[in-house]
């Protein structure tokens, strides 16, 4: 993978989105805002929508989360109003273990009425393609959904983010990997691999606050990071 500048055109801002390939590996793709996002059925989601309220230059999500768009798009047969999907760790704006910061989660549907919410939440759920769709009775103004996976670290919830460890590649990588790099633990890049420099990040984070040092992004290094990490701002050692 390699690092896509910023650049300005007729169309406006362009974007650089890394994206989670089914065969663990990551791709880049350069857009402008107004494009489609990769892998999204038609102009049904157009980066700017994913972007949402990010300030980022930089986006990432997975082809799950994109095909699990474009099921849902399907069925529902109309446009999506989408007020939420992408956000980076250090920009806040979610808890501290929302799927938001790993590009597979969607908030959707605010201001279309509760018919078109209904509609819209039962095109997600009866798609069989989210991890997670929450409950009307928790989202009574818009429908959230998710494309989560893996195992939580964390035992007795469904909720938070897998156990990762040296070898890894997804997004999960590239959430740790900012977390880290804007707490002034770099990871040398931004890139979704979990490789010997963001390893050594996570042994001196680890040692830092009293962690015991393996190097594995585990329920407690989550907690901590996460904790530290989430809404703090954008720092000098952010990479995008």
Known sequence: MQNV???YGKCGKAYCIKLELYTNKMMTYTRNENDPMPYSYGS???VKEFRGSSASSTLWTTVAAMEAWNLTRRSYGKGIHVGYAFKRPWEGGHG???QHYAGVAFDVGQGQGSSARNAIWRAANNSGAWGYVEPQSMT???VHF???YGKPACSGTTAGYPTLRRGCVNTYVLLLQDC??????STKTLDGKFG???ESAVRAYQRRVGLAVDGICGCNTWKKITAAAVGIGRTGTVIN
Do not use: C, E, M, Q
Request: aromatic share 8%; glycine share 4%; proline share 4%.
């Open 5 to 7: 500048k910023n650049r």
């Open 44 to 46: 049904t989601l157009r």
């Open 96 to 98: 501290t273990r929302s």
């Open 140 to 142: 009574p103004t818009w």
């Open 146 to 148: 998710d494309r989560r």
């Open 180 to 185: 880290l790099n804007a707490l002034g633990y």
């Open 196 to 198: 010997a420099n963001t």
